[in-house]
């Protein structure tokens, strides 16, 4: 008897089938042997990996998890399929195909490590530099650990369909005969275009959760698709909403996923991590599913726990997540896609650190410069340079180029979309690197801001494009095709100095030169400027020699002053405050935390009380002093 034989009958039980509620998709019904898959200890881990990593400490809102998230993929995964069966009977879709693309979207995420994509796009490569690992690798380990360990009968070939339909290419099932529909690996994972049902889930999802909303329809898209050529198209009428679907991609980067904040809390992750990792060995447990299915997010507290000396690094710096300590943002700037590769190898923390030295050694005449202390304590460690790239999709071409589409007179046969079948306006481009500048310690904030714009200004463009010349004269001009209402800018070629004879440059001089290296006018500051912190600046620190100092403040040090005065304390009660005599909490709240009261102010000898002790604003009842003699009897009346 075959391992199929022994699956249950859902039409013949319909007791078996079980709903659940989601936010999103409102109540999904699945079949048993989906549920059989669920409730195991590797697709429970989930709910424990959250969907937006450390978005969460920003967006209030975003603590939803790779959970909730796989059981939407596995939703639409199911129905796309089951339309395209009863749409088109023709393909031949069969109940084995719609049973492995639901669980391909059901298990797509299985192997992501703690935070999401912290862990396989920023903590695996920093400590295993060369070795090529993905979180699709581990959902594959994860799937076979999760069948076998849970004795799930699931034929091979089902198995090799799953996994291949995750990676979204033929692999496992390259020998199956005969061989698996090429447009069902367009569903979980399309690597063709990019427009699947996982980013069909989760641009919805995200939204929703940070309290945002858009006008994007998953149910059109799915009502739309329609296979040609062994491949998924779409309506001409939807062309709108599939561009919705990469703008919406490319929004959610730069406003959620590349936050500035969320980014300096991955880095603050990744170094606790880091210094963990010589005594828990965390990375090499991607290869073990018996180890793996217990790395989530919790790892965190399972570090905060101990009192191994080994790990007070990681406990310190997730201490200063805990207590918004936080890495800050020194500066930042946009730059064209293509100037990438070229920015990672020039700008660098051992180049800005250099810059700053050099930079404070030839004005150290001038005043309110750090000291030669901070100066000297300065040094690459206390540097992030962070480059992030933001795309629709296929990087810095137009998704739009990679769909296809039909028409209602002819539904059998599809089109790329040309000039004039769609909208004429474009964007200038398609991807953008975002750079941004971290310092670990907030001493150095104005220093290493300083550091940077030295290096940038050393720049220019034919430093940067002699590296990306094939790139620039290989590359054609993006393509007219359908986007939002935004006018096609002018397109400069790269290399060119462009001149504004009318606006202003970002050195805010009219008719300057506009380059890509200038800097960013909005966020200059002195050399010697510390960030205040809403959080820090009310928190007590030990004293030092009669001192309070205060943790963030516009200067580096500030001192309160020798006498403190007590709420209720007089001019005869002040109590002097010695360097021998540490300052209690009391004095501290009295400082910090009380608002002065404001001066008693003493009624005027002009208006008399009444028996209550209210102030009275007539002279007399007998109407004296009223206009027209009215009384103040009758006026009260």
């Not at 100037?339 to 180049?351: F, H, K, N, V, Y």
């Not at 002018?490 to 606006?503: M, T």
Request: proline letters at 7%; one cysteine or more; a neutral charge.
């Amino acid at each position: 008897m075959s391992p199929r034989e022994h699956e249950p009958d859902v039409a013949s039980a319909p007791a078996l089938m079980r709903t659940i509620k989601d936010p999103i998709h409102d109540f999904i019904t699945f079949s048993p042997l989906i549920w059989t898959f669920i409730d195991t200890r590797q697709f429970q881990r989930l709910r424990a990996i959250k969907q937006l990593g450390v978005s969460y400490y920003v967006w209030a809102g975003a603590s939803h998890n790779r959970f909730e998230h796989c059981i939407g993929v596995a939703h639409l995964a199911g129905m796309l399929v089951e339309r395209l069966k009863t749409m088109q009977p023709e393909l031949g879709i069969t109940e084995r195909d719609v049973r492995c693309v639901q669980l391909a979207g059901l298990c797509h995420d299985l192997g992501h490590g703690p935070w999401s994509h912290v862990w396989d796009g920023h903590f695996i490569p920093a400590v295993l530099p060369g070795y090529k690992w993905t979180h699709e690798e581990a959902s594959e380990m994860m799937f076979d650990d999760l069948v076998e360990k849970n004795g799930i009968q699931i034929e091979q070939d089902d198995m090799n369909f799953v996994k291949d339909l995750i990676r979204g290419r033929v692999r496992h099932s390259a020998k199956k005969n005969p061989p698996e529909k090429k447009f069902l690996f367009d569903i979980v994972n399309n690597e063709r275009n990019g427009i699947d049902i996982d980013k069909f889930d989760y641009i919805a999802r995200d939204v929703r959760a940070i309290g945002d909303h858009n006008n994007f329809s998953a149910r059109r898209l799915i009502d739309s698709a329609r296979v040609i050529g062994d491949e998924i198209c779409y309506h001409i009428k939807d062309a709108n909403s599939v561009y919705e679907l990469c703008t919406l991609r490319f929004s959610n980067h730069k406003r959620i996923y590349s936050h500035k904040t969320a980014r300096a809390i991955e880095y603050m992750i990744v170094d606790a991590l880091k210094a963990a990792e010589p005594t828990m060995a965390i990375a090499k447990q991607i290869l073990d599913p018996r180890k793996y299915v217990y790395l989530t997010d919790n790892i965190m507290e399972r570090i905060e726990m101990t009192d191994d000396p080994a790990l007070a690094e990681s406990r310190a710096i997730f201490d200063r997540i805990r207590v918004r300590d936080l890495y800050r943002c020194v500066d930042w700037k946009t730059f064209p896609w293509h100037l990438g590769a070229s920015l990672r190898e020039t700008i660098t923390p051992e180049r800005i650190v250099s810059a700053a030295k050099t930079l404070l050694a030839e004005a150290r005449t001038k005043p309110d410069e750090p000291s030669e202390e901070v100066v000297a304590s300065l040094t690459s460690d206390h540097v992030v340079v962070d480059t992030s790239t933001l795309h629709h999709g296929k990087k810095e071409k137009n998704p739009i180029d990679f769909v296809r589409f039909y028409g209602k007179h002819n539904v059998n046969v599809s089109f790329k979309a040309e000039s004039g079948e769609l909208s004429t306006l474009v964007p200038a481009c398609f991807a953008e690197i975002q750079l941004r500048i971290y310092t670990k310690d907030s001493r150095y904030y104005g220093l290493i801001q300083a550091g940077y714009r030295a290096v940038l200004q050393t720049l220019s463009m034919d430093d940067l494009v002699a590296s990306d010349e094939s790139h620039l004269t290989d590359s054609p001009s993006p393509p007219i095709t359908e986007a939002p209402s935004t006018p096609r800018a002018p397109v400069s070629q790269p290399g060119s100095r462009n001149v504004s004879h009318s606006g202003n440059s970002a050195s805010g001089a009219p008719g300057s030169v506009k380059t890509p290296f200038a800097n960013n006018k909005f966020t200059l500051v002195g050399h010697s400027f510390v960030p205040p912190s809403p959080t820090q600046s009310l928190r007590r620190r030990p004293a030092r020699s009669g001192t309070i100092t205060a943790q963030d403040s516009l200067s580096s040090v500030s001192t309160l002053p020798d006498v403190l005065v007590h709420e209720e304390a007089g001019p005869d009660r002040r109590r002097d405050r010695t360097p021998e005599r540490e300052v209690t909490d009391a004095e501290e709240r009295a400082v910090f935390l009380t608002p002065k009261r404001p001066p008693r102010l003493e009624p005027s000898p002009n208006i008399p009380r009444t028996r209550s002790g209210r102030r009275k604003r007539d002279i007399d009842e007998s109407g004296q002093n009223e206009p027209d003699g009215i009384s103040g009897k009758k006026r009260r009346s």
